[in-house]
């Protein structure tokens, strides 16, 4: 399998000067970018500028930037934001739940709702706090709950568990943008000033709404924060305003405090009766605790100290864990106050399906206290938070997304990209909001269902990190909160088993997905950079000057006989001089499943005689292109490399390369060598016998 070049350069392996050098990481950068070199316009056709205009406009930021790994690159000093801004982007999900949440903790609960409520307040401040402020400070990347998992299991096993975990994320995300925006269109449906026509048009407008979402992400992250800042500071205003004048109405009417008061007492006389109840009620409450994966997912944007630095952003931890405390005890207080007041002023009847404060109790007061103008305003104030909700989920998705999914394999490589990555989730909300005809009811179940799965894995998280410290006390107390969670999680699934259909469909598709892509992206150069030790750069250095030879080698008993023996039998087979100067190249496997490494190359002289360059990687065949093409660019000559055929079917090769980074391995490293340069008169020779 020799591959000459044709023309001079190949007689003496030296690079032809007119090609010039092309630096390593430039290569990789071309490939990052969906090529295999720098992007030429081809000829000077309009269509062909459109076209390459469009790709570098898909492939850039808000600032047209190139962003080839996704929003959780450290952003530029100028992007990062005080935490309680960064708080709006996550809190317009988290506060937007006051729109609903109040009628659906009516509805379960009935009298007992304020009790229910604050259950939920106590699992969010002494549960779901503690558990993520921890989180903060294990993962100040952004990385979340499933990077602290993700470390305790390597291999196939763990990519797995990656792929299940993001598959119940994007439940999550996705159907929190679905969700919300039909919840927006509910409220427009509900206004007695808006037009009557839009009625029987929800899903249309549900989709523009989406679209409008989207068309912000296109336009910038630093725009989405600006938008989340203005809504969340009009939403709780507005709240805080219509909140003031129930419980004003409350404390001037004891009447309606004793009516309440007699309906927990007759229908629930034992005080440990009403305890054990809302527990029991507590899981429909679930979408309560929306928002702390996501408060955790940006912490990159969160401006820190200037002294931080990537190892220790304790700044930016600081920042991140001020944003979760000041959100969950935002949201405690409106939560309490806002089940109290519509509990004791709304008629139960006005909360049943049909009814005029059915998810949207503080309307309904706001329209019945304040006045139809001011009702209004506060209708308009829900809609946009509800409309932007999705905003959250949105930067969630395009944090976790490029993290994981390119660095396995497991998506293109534009998927390090924002604006492509926009497309993709705007479009897959499209097919959700149109399967569920925009109900809000519909997509309930599967949105606490992720919401739920997210924060049991977190509590499993900080407490298996907590035992991997021997921290006892944190360790039970951990372990307390994720049996909660368990149980919550567990109860939910169980009343409402649709929300894992809908995140089972959303696993599947994201494995089948991740499948495929892994296999079309088999031949990749999948190293990203090469480092060179004193002794290896000596070795490849002081024969720059004349043909450099590698022999793939896989040691086994590492003794003068096996270097000796293999060296003749190359020789041999591949008939050059006796008294060629060749190098032993040997590859250690690590972990398979990985897709992108970085290479060390380690050099050592055997036995006194012998020259080896030792190398660690996920794949033999892309170790040894990334090293062919290392030593090409330092010394100017293309270097050939000798192997042994492997034996076996090819077939069963190219199973064992998928899956375990070996097999077929002379054949595989050609052909990464081959797309990776297509010029043949600079690419390396590759020699099998």
């Not at 317009?92 to 903790?105: E, K, M, N, R, W």
């Not at 990347?141 to 196939?156: D, F, K, N, P, T």
């Not at 060179?532 to 030879?549: F, K, N, Q, V, Y």
Request: aromatic residues 8%; glycine residues 10%; positive net charge.
């Amino acid at each position: 399998m020799r591959n000459p070049g044709p023309g001079a350069g190949a007689s003496d392996g030296r690079v032809p000067h007119t090609a010039g050098r092309t630096s390593f990481a430039r290569r990789i950068l071309a490939v990052t970018m969906g090529g295999t070199g720098v992007t030429r316009l081809e000829g000077n056709t309009r269509a062909g500028r459109r076209t390459d205009r469009l790709r570098r406009w898909l492939l850039a930021d808000g600032s047209q930037q190139p962003v080839p790994q996704g929003l959780h690159v450290r952003p530029r000093k100028d992007r990062h934001h005080p935490w309680w801004r960064v708080m709006c982007l996550t809190g317009v999900d988290y506060f937007s739940t006051l729109g609903y949440q109040p009628g659906i903790a009516a509805l379960a609960a009935g009298a007992l709702s304020p009790v229910a409520t604050l259950v939920l307040v106590l699992v969010t401040l002494l549960g779901a706090l503690p558990v993520y402020r921890r989180v903060a400070v294990e993962s100040p990347h952004g990385e979340g709950s499933i990077a602290m998992l993700v470390r305790l299991l390597s291999y196939w096993p763990g990519k797995l568990f990656v792929l299940v975990l993001l598959g119940f994320a994007a439940t999550d995300f996705i159907i929190t943008i679905t969700l919300s925006a039909a919840d927006a269109t509910a409220h427009i449906d509900e206004n007695p000033f808006l037009p009557g026509g839009l009625k029987g048009h929800e899903v249309i407008l549900t989709l523009l709404l989406v679209a409008l979402l989207g068309a912000v992400f296109l336009r910038g992250f630093g725009e989405a924060i600006g938008i989340a800042v203005v809504l969340v500071a009009i939403y709780l205003t507005l709240n805080a305003v219509v909140i003031a004048d129930a419980l004003w109405r409350v404390v001037s009417h004891p009447s309606a405090v004793g009516d309440w008061t007699n309906a927990l007492t007759t229908g629930h006389g034992d005080p440990l009766l009403v305890v054990g109840l809302s527990l029991l009620v507590f899981p429909k409450l679930a979408l309560g605790l929306s928002g702390f994966e996501t408060g955790v997912a940006v912490m990159p944007h969160i401006r820190g100290d200037r002294q931080d630095s990537e190892d220790r952003p304790l700044g930016r931890i600081r920042g991140a864990r001020r944003l979760l405390t000041t959100a969950a005890a935002t949201m405690s207080v409106f939560l309490i106050t806002s089940s109290v007041t519509t509990t004791v002023l709304i008629p139960p009847e006005a909360f049943q399906p049909g009814g005029a404060a059915n998810g949207r109790a503080l309307a309904y007061l706001a329209h019945q206290h304040l006045g139809e103008v001011f009702g209004t305003v506060y209708d308009l104030s829900t809609i946009a938070i509800l409309w932007f909700a999705g905003a959250s989920a949105m930067a969630g998705l395009l944090n976790l997304v490029p993290r994981y999914l390119p660095r396995y394999g497991m998506a293109p490589t534009w998927a390090r990209a924002v604006r492509p990555l926009v497309l993709v989730f705007t479009g897959v909300a499209f097919l959700i909001t149109i399967v569920f005809s925009a109900s809000v009811d519909a997509q309930g179940g599967a949105y606490a269902t992720g919401v739920l799965v997210l924060i049991t894995s977190a509590a499993t998280a900080v407490t298996l990190a907590a035992r991997r410290r021997r921290q006892r006390g944190r360790t039970v107390a951990f372990g307390a909160i994720a049996v909660v969670f368990v149980y919550t999680t567990v109860a939910n699934v169980a009343e409402r088993p649709d929300g894992v259909k809908i995140a089972a469909c959303f696993i599947g598709a994201m494995i089948l997905v991740s499948a495929l892509s892994r296999v079309m992206r088999a031949f990749e150069l999948r190293v990203d950079h090469v480092q060179l030790d004193e002794l290896a750069t000596a070795l490849i250095d002081e024969r720059s000057g004349r043909r450099i030879r590698l022999v793939a080698h896989e040691p086994e008993r590492r003794d003068l006989a096996e270097y000796r023996d293999k060296l003749a039998q190359t020789m041999a087979d591949n008939d050059f001089p006796d008294d060629s100067d060749v190098i032993f190249v040997e590859v250690r496997v690590t972990d398979p499943s990985d897709f992108e490494t970085g290479l060390l190359v380690i050099g050592s002289v055997a036995h006194g005689r012998f020259p080896v360059l030792s190398l660690a990687s996920s794949s033999v065949p892309n170790a040894l292109a990334a090293l062919l093409l290392e030593i090409r660019d330092r010394s100017t000559r293309r270097p050939h490399i000798y192997f042994e055929w492997t034996e076996g079917g090819p077939a069963r090769n190219v199973l064992r390369y998928l899956a375990f980074g070996q097999g077929e391995i002379a054949s595989v490293t050609r052909e990464i060598l081959r797309r990776q340069e297509p010029d043949r008169t600079r690419r390396p020779h590759v020699h099998a016998g």
